[in-house]
Structure formats: C-alpha cells, structure tokens
C-alpha cells in the first residue's frame, strides 16, 4: 500500500477504491486529469514548477498539490536545478513506464475527440512518422481485445 504524509507530517494510508484491480489503483494512483497532464507534460520536457503551470494553465495550488503527490507516489523525482535556486522535477522510471498509458490516451484521443478533419497535435518518432496505433497482443501474437480476455485473480 502507497502512504503520504498528511499536512500535521504523520504518514496516512492510501484507501484504495478496489484494492484487488490494478486499473483502479493505478487510477487512485495517478488518474485525475492534472496529474496525467502533469505526467504528460513532463514527458515533452517540462521541468520546472513554471513550466507546467504555463504548459497547463492548472492553479498553482492544484499543481502544488499535483507535483506533491506524484512525487509521493514515485512519479516523478523532485531535484534542485543546476542553477541551485529551483526545484526541478524529472519522471522516474515508475513515471515513464506511464508512456504507453499516454500514447494510448492520445491515439484514442486522435480517434474519438476530434471531428474528421478537425486540427491537433500528432506524436511522431525520430523520424517524424506517426506512432503506430497501439494494440495489445496475447502471447501467441494475435490480437487481444474484450472478446479474448478475462480477469483472473492472482493468488
């Protein structure tokens, strides 16, 4: 179980909406709309609390609170700037594992959000090609999706 320390500094357990599935934690973890925003963002370079707030447009209290807590949570590491005057945050490796989660949401985003035609941004590779569309695979190679899989619990 993830703990954070509470604002008197004791430390406090995080409740966990369905402690046996690992979608509803990683959400209780890191699924409201700024923190994924936040994660997002420093996926593209941001580091400094100013570059976010700009990046965003978030309140400087919520993203207080945001970077608070995926520092917390092991998302993003809190380091001081070279210049030795600033904090800095960088993903760690727990962070950047959530890249696959973003480009998802952004390829079901280019699906589904925008009109046929309508303008947005694309992420392309080193060469300027557009990722190719996720897919997720069963061990044999084929596709998977909600008619070939299920839940099961792990002892």
């Not at 934690?25 to 923190?35: N, Q």
């Not at 993203?63 to 070279?82: H, N």
């Not at 600033?86 to 925008?114: C, K, N, S």
């Amino acid at each position: 179980m993830v703990s954070n320390s509470n604002s008197s500094g004791g430390v406090v357990a995080e409740s966990w909406t369905d402690p046996d599935c690992p979608v509803a934690r990683t959400l209780d973890l890191v699924g409201d709309r700024w923190s994924l925003l936040v994660v997002r963002d420093a996926m593209d370079g941001a580091r400094s609390f100013t570059d976010f707030q700009q990046r965003t447009g978030i309140a400087r209290n919520i993203l207080t609170d945001r970077l608070r807590r995926l520092t917390g949570r092991g998302v993003l590491d809190r380091r001081t700037a070279p210049s030795g005057r600033r904090p800095v945050y960088v993903l760690t490796p727990a962070g950047r594992d959530l890249f696959t989660v973003i480009v998802a949401l952004r390829q079901w985003g280019e699906r589904h959000a925008f009109a046929a035609g309508e303008a947005h941004s694309l992420l392309v590779d080193d060469h300027g090609v557009p990722l190719p569309p996720l897919q997720a695979v069963g061990a044999d190679g084929t596709r998977a999706d909600v008619d070939t899989t299920s839940v099961r619990k792990v002892p």
